[in-house]
Structure formats: structure tokens, C-alpha cells
Nanobody
Framework: QVQLVESGGGLVPPGGSLRLSCAAS????????ASWYRQAPGKEREFVAS????????NYADSVKGRFTISKDNTKNSVYLQMNSLKPEDTAVYYC?????????WGQGTQVTVSS
């Protein structure tokens, strides 16, 4: 079956960095576009960043542009989110999502807390 496993979350002070990973199995990873979303307490899940199946096209939410970088490694069946200059408002559970046509899959999420 399809599995998406996120890792790399944690507690980091403002201005710090984290790198999230999402490892996929059970599907042809290279044919799926990948995205990261996040959900803060009491808020709806929101888009953070996306990349095309080959990792050539990338899009970012305005709130993370210039600070976050999404990348996709089809040789490792993994998608990453490098997060720099973290702010308290980046605190949320981060989810990866894979999409191909009408198929979509979500990971279980990883907690990111930005606090001093």
C-alpha cells in the first residue's frame, strides 16, 4: 500500500532552520507532483509549496517565499522542505501530499514549533 512518512520536525528558535523529509513507498513516485501543506492550531490547512513530478516547476505561498525551498529526489522517492529564517507563525503540523491526476495521498504530518 501507499505510505508517506514525514520526518525532521522539532522545536527550533526564531531565525533557525529545519529540513523536513517525506519518504514515499508503494507508488511510482517520479510520476507524482509533490506539495507541502501546514495546519496551525485552530486554523485551516494551508498550502506551503509545490513542485512538479520532475521537480522542475516550483511554487510557494507568499508567506514563505525566499525562506523555504522545496525539492524532490526521484532516485530516493523523497521530497524535502528546507525551512530557513523560521518565525513563530511558522509553527504548525506540516504535511506532504502527492498528486497524480485524480490520485492523491497525504502523510501523517510532522510538528514544527518555532519558539524561544
Amino acid at each position: 500500500q501507499v505510505q508517506l512518512v514525514e520526518s525532521g520536525g522539532g522545536l527550533v528558535p526564531p531565525g533557525g532552520s529545519l529540513r523536513l523529509s517525506c519518504a514515499a513507498s508503494g507508488l511510482t513516485f517520479s510520476t507524482y507532483a509533490a506539495s507541502w501543506y501546514r495546519q496551525a492550531p485552530g486554523k485551516e490547512r494551508e498550502f506551503v509549496a509545490s513542485t512538479s513530478s520532475r521537480g522542475l516547476t516550483k511554487n510557494y505561498a507568499d508567506s514563505v517565499k525566499g525562506r523555504f525551498t522545496i525539492s524532490k529526489d526521484n532516485t530516493k522517492n523523497s521530497v524535502y522542505l528546507q525551512m530557513n529564517s523560521l518565525k513563530p507563525e511558522d509553527t504548525a503540523v506540516y504535511y506532504c501530499k502527492l498528486v497524480r491526476n485524480s490520485d492523491s495521498y497525504w502523510g501523517q504530518g510532522t510538528q514544527v514549533t518555532v519558539s524561544s
